[in-house]
């Protein structure tokens, strides 16, 4: 069986983690280990997690731009923690990507060391570098609000005959127009806005859902978030933060029979704090009445590695997004993007999109 190419776009953290972690169970494989921690799936469709082969990487930093992937992924400002030191040469250079609005304005308000070092260089043509490099999918790892970045993205992706996985929250595969474009092409697409494995999302969902399914009522809740890396820093600007709160709200509030008023939820980015590094804080809190108006109160607090967080679903996106090209099947792809998205196309449950998700793997027909 062939590998699965894929293209990033965005060698942060993210990117860091998932191409480190595509090594760790390749490794973990040759050692015999038939029961890999961390994977929701195995293998999908014959496809392992090391079946997966980055065959082009974008950025526009400085310290990344021109270096081999394998070195890039470890250079600042990423800082997320180290899951295999000992990476191969994977033979991919990374290239400079376009800036356009990939770099929030205060970010040269901070040390380089936390923030970016935008390279002196040009941009390439990232329809042909798709093209030449043999990329089958591409992933949007750039920071929140790069709205326009992510569609250029979007239309090399287009032009390419490319699949697309939108892991930001810029809304292209839930985007009516997008969705068609991308259908019309017949490349099937995830996204968008790419749910953690065990994540404040997942966990706030899995919570609210709870309270639903046991006949308590919620009258208000609230998810604050705080961590170190340079996501969290690009998000001390709340002018790019508009559709990072719709999609996190929105992902919660569509597993209540009704969704609360505005003024009753608050979900999103709380604050920057460098020390935490690539660790994400999450202080959850839910206030319902159960049996008889009986008020409940839940508090949680959550602590994870943002970054690896992300990597376990995007490993069955990504292998899911392969088995659609292989069955000729176009547009966004419903099931997994409800899966593993915060903003997908449509909303589902999630053990209902689990179950979906199983049956496309199966065989059976995605809508």
């Not at 697409?189 to 494995?197: E, I, L, N, P, R």
Request: charged share 25%; glycine share 10%; net charge negative.
């Amino acid at each position: 069986m062939e590998r699965i190419k894929i293209a990033v776009a965005g060698v942060g953290n993210c990117a860091s983690a998932l191409l480190q972690g595509i090594e760790y169970y390749r490794q973990r494989h040759q050692e015999g280990d038939k029961e890999p921690v961390g994977l929701m799936h195995p293998e999908i469709g014959g496809y392992r997690a090391f079946d997966i082969q980055v065959v082009a990487a974008f950025d526009i930093d400085a310290r990344k731009v021109g270096r081999p992937v394998q070195e890039a992924i470890f250079a600042q400002p990423n800082c997320t923690q180290v899951i295999c030191q000992d990476m191969p040469d994977l033979g991919v250079l990374v290239q400079m990507g376009p800036v356009l609005d990939g770099v929030a304005e205060h970010m040269d308000q901070h040390p380089e060391q936390r923030s970016f070092v935008v390279a002196e260089a040009e941009p390439v043509d990232v329809e042909r570098a798709l093209r030449e490099r043999g990329a089958e999918i591409l992933l949007c790892y750039l920071p929140v609000g790069s709205q326009r970045a992510a569609e250029h993205y979007a239309r090399a992706a287009l032009g390419a005959g490319v699949s697309l996985i939108n892991c930001i929250p810029v809304f292209i595969v839930s985007d009516p127009g997008w969705a068609r474009r991308f259908e019309e092409r017949g490349i099937p697409v995830v996204g968008d806005d790419v749910k953690s494995q065990i994540g404040a999302t997942i966990v706030h969902r899995a919570l609210m859902q709870l309270f639903a399914d046991r006949g308590a009522m919620v009258n208000r809740t609230y998810q604050l978030n705080v961590g170190g890396n340079t996501d969290f820093l690009n998000m001390l600007n709340q002018g790019r933060l508009k559709s990072k709160r719709i999609s996190k709200t929105q992902a919660v509030q569509s597993v209540l029979p009704e969704p609360l008023e505005p003024e009753e939820i608050h979900i999103g980015p709380s604050d920057y704090i460098p020390w935490l590094r690539d660790n994400k804080l999450c202080f959850l809190r839910i206030e319902g009445r159960g049996f008889g108006g009986i008020p409940i109160e839940v508090e949680l607090r959550l602590s994870v590695e943002d970054s690896p967080n992300s990597g376990g679903t995007v490993i069955d996106a990504i292998r899911c997004c392969q088995l659609a090209r292989e069955r000729k099947i176009g547009g966004p792809l419903y099931s997994i993007s409800a899966y593993t998205m915060k903003h997908p196309p449509q909303q589902f449950p999630d053990q209902l999109a689990r179950g979906m998700v199983e049956e496309f793997i199966a065989g059976r027909r995605e809508r």
